[in-house]
């Protein structure tokens, strides 16, 4: 396992991340979902991630119970504040009420002192921009948070964020998690090179496209049993005929390098400098193996051109 640094901080997490969403404390069986965290360390892999709102706590109960069997300064966590945790009308959003709450509710559902990572787990419209990160950065000077992140957020957005943080000296925004594979390309555009710029790493969700870029649906009218798709429902709009096609293509590109279609399509993820970790998930052990032996892989300028052209 290579290591990349976070962002422009002296953060250093591997290239392959393990996520949580979807899976742990939901579909996935609790022994797999332990074996997989397991699995994980074995391969080099310290950096995980989660979010309050993944099964309303579950995940964060499943992963701080699985984590405390390795030393704390082993690992390098990261949760969200953001989405609708109760009924009540501050019970999600941005509000310094809301972060406050459910930093300490998600520190006490990991069983940790403090997170590495704190999100913003969207944007949020109604909340002023200082009143947010006035609060993040109380839970920094804490000592509750590590560092500042953000999810999904558009390039204008982080840009402003920026700003009234070198205005008010609060604590900047080190990562980004947008959703990046090699069908969806839109922080190409704006994202990367502001993270570039500005030195705000990339930890991207979705690098095989949840699961497509395995290779492992071959028709839209054959769905594996035991597959995301079958048991959460399939997407057309992201799983179709067309991109299964190419998915076809691709495998024949990874074979000719010994490779899994997967593990080529992290590869080509990672060969973006500002991407600081690929975040895949996992319902089995193995596929953590797998995934994790992409990390390292340098693909030559040929057989970039070449993907480019089967994705074009």
């Not at 070198?166 to 969806?184: A, C, K, S, T």
Request: with cysteine; proline share 2%.
């Amino acid at each position: 396992m290579e290591y990349r640094r976070l962002g422009g901080s002296g953060l250093k997490v591997s290239e392959i991340s393990l996520g949580s969403w979807l899976t742990y404390g939901g579909y996935v069986e609790r022994e797999n979902a332990v074996k997989s965290i397991e699995a994980a360390f074995d391969e080099g892999i310290n950096f995980f991630d989660t979010a309050n709102v993944y099964e309303r706590g579950a995940a964060e109960e499943l992963l701080g119970q699985t984590l405390k069997a390795y030393s704390r300064d082993s690992y390098v966590l990261a949760t969200k504040v953001f989405g609708k945790m109760g009924d009540g009308p501050n019970d999600q959003g941005l509000s310094r009420k809301h972060i406050k709450e459910q930093c300490e509710a998600s520190l006490q559902r990991l069983g940790v002192d403090y997170v590495d990572i704190y999100y913003c787990h969207r944007y949020h419209t109604e909340t002023p921009i200082e009143e947010t990160l006035r609060a993040l950065d109380d839970l920094v000077r804490q000592g509750k948070v590590l560092y500042v992140g953000v999810s999904q957020w558009t390039a204008a957005q982080m840009e402003a964020a920026l700003g009234t943080a070198d205005r008010l000296l609060l604590d900047h925004i080190v990562v980004n998690q947008p959703v990046y594979n090699m069908f969806d390309r839109y922080i190409e555009n704006e994202i990367i090179p502001l993270g570039e710029r500005k030195g705000i790493g990339q930890v991207v969700y979705s690098p095989l496209a949840q699961g497509l870029l395995t290779g492992k649906y071959t028709s839209v009218s054959d769905i594996p049993e035991n597959s995301r798709a079958a048991k959460l429902g399939w997407d057309e709009g992201k799983i179709n005929a067309d991109r299964i096609a190419k998915v076809r293509q691709l495998i024949e590109v990874a074979d000719k390098l010994d490779l899994k279609v997967g593990q080529l399509a992290l590869a080509w993820i990672l060969r973006q400098n500002n991407v600081s970790s690929a975040l895949v998930g996992a319902s089995r052990p193995e596929q953590v193996k797998e995934n994790a032996a992409a990390s390292g892989v340098k693909l030559d300028a040929a057989i970039v051109e070449e993907i480019e052209q089967i994705l074009a």
